[in-house]
Every structure is written in structure tokens, then in C-alpha cells.
């Protein structure tokens, strides 16, 4: 209790305050819930402004415009000019212009998201998978290898064809999915299981706070 309320009384009474008006919530929506909201919300967007000017536009933009050298000060001017674009969406008969930064934005961020998708998740997903296969030791291995193909069979959607060396296919596929489709309420089951027991966690520290603040 002494070192809480050393130098930073006020503001650890200001966070014990803050986090009740946030619990008040359980009785029903009320002022105190709102008016912690607002300060949360507008605290988070003034911390976002901060980093974004002192992290993101002074260095990369304003210090190569303005004490750059020439070649620094082309590459500056093309985020400046495609950024101003953005501004003529607020009228209508300049949104035109803003359409090749939105085009420059989707380009971007379609790469980036197929890029990390193949190279973040799929190829070291499939070299996992191929490295668990021991012949020595089938053991959990085997089980990694069963859960890939099964739950990428699970996304398989094609239209069957006709034959009955297609309807074998079609069989085959439909009985790896069901494999798969447990495999995923098991994920799915692990992951929801790890946010509750972070969510709680979050919870007992600060009811611990809270304790330690009253002296409980």
C-alpha cells in the first residue's frame, strides 16, 4: 500500500477509479461506464496521433523533405502526394483523384496479406508437416500430418464429376473432412480456451490492484 501511494497517488487512485466506472458495467449501461469509455477511446486515439507524428511522419516524411537530399526528397513526395489524394474523397467531384491512392493501398495490402499468408503460414505449415513425418517414431507426427491434410481436405469444395472413379474421389475426400472438421473443434476449442484463461488473468490482476489500493 506504501509504495502505491508514494509519487503517484493521484494517479493510481485516478486507475482504481477508472477501472470500478469500467466494472459498473455489470450493473447495466450507466454515465460512470460511458464516461470511462470516452476517456479511454479519446486517450487511445491521442496516444495514436503521438506515435504516428513522432514515429511515422517526422522520420519517414517531414525530415527527408526538409533536410534530405534530393533522391530522399522524390521518394518523400510520393507518400505526401498520394496521402493529399485521399483528401479530394471529401468532395465529390474531386474523388476521382483519390481513387489511385485507394488503388496504391489494396495493391499494397493484397501483397503484403497474400506474402504473409504463403511465406507466415502455408509454406512453414507444409515443412512442419513434412519434418514431423518419422518413420522411426510414428507418434505425434503422424497425428500433425492427418490434421493438415484432413482439415485442408475440410476446404475443398469442387464440383464432382461424373464416373464412379470421381465418386471414389468424392468419398475419399468426404471422409478425410470429417477428420478435419474435429481436428478444427479442437482448435478452435484451444484457442477460445487460452483467450477465457487470458481474459481471466487480466481480471485477477486488477482486482488485485484494486485489493492492494484499499488495502484489502
Given amino acids: ?114 506474402g504473409g499468408a504463403l511465406f507466415g503460414s502455408i509454406l512453414p505449415q507444409v515443412r512442419a508437416t513434412v519434418n514431423a513425418i518419422d518413420l522411426s517414431g510414428l507418434g505425434n507426427g503422424l497425428i500433425i500430418v492427418i490434421g493438415t491434410i484432413s482439415t485442408l481436405l475440410y476446404f475443398h469444395f469442387a464440383a464432382g464429376a461424373k464416373g464412379s472413379l470421381s465418386r471414389i474421389g468424392t468419398s475419399f475426400i468426404r471422409t478425410w473432412a470429417r477428420f478435419g472438421r474435429w481436428f478444427i473443434m479442437i482448435a478452435f476449442g484451444a484457442i477460445f480456451a487460452n483467450m477465457v484463461m487470458a481474459r481471466i488473468s487480466l481480471l485477477i490482476g486488477r482486482v488485485q490492484f484494486l485489493l492492494d489500493v484499499f488495502g484489502l
Avoid: C, Q
Fill in 1 to 114: 500500500m506504501g509504495e502505491l501511494l508514494g509519487s503517484d497517488f493521484v494517479w493510481v487512485w485516478l486507475a482504481a477509479l477508472l477501472t470500478i466506472m469500467v466494472y459498473s458495467y455489470l450493473l447495466g449501461d450507466n454515465p460512470l461506464y460511458r464516461l470511462a469509455e470516452h476517456v479511454f477511446i479519446g486517450s487511445s486515439v491521442a496516444y495514436s496521433v503521438v506515435v504516428v507524428i513522432h514515429g511515422t511522419l517526422e522520420p519517414l516524411l517531414l525530415v527527408p523533405l526538409t533536410s534530405g537530399e534530393t533522391g530522399e526528397r522524390l521518394l518523400a513526395a510520393v507518400p505526401l502526394v498520394l496521402g493529399l489524394l485521399l483528401w479530394t474523397k471529401l468532395k465529390t467531384s474531386w474523388a476521382w483523384l483519390g481513387n489511385f491512392s485507394v488503388a496504391f493501398l489494396l495493391g499494397v495490402g493484397a501483397a503484403l496479406a497474400i
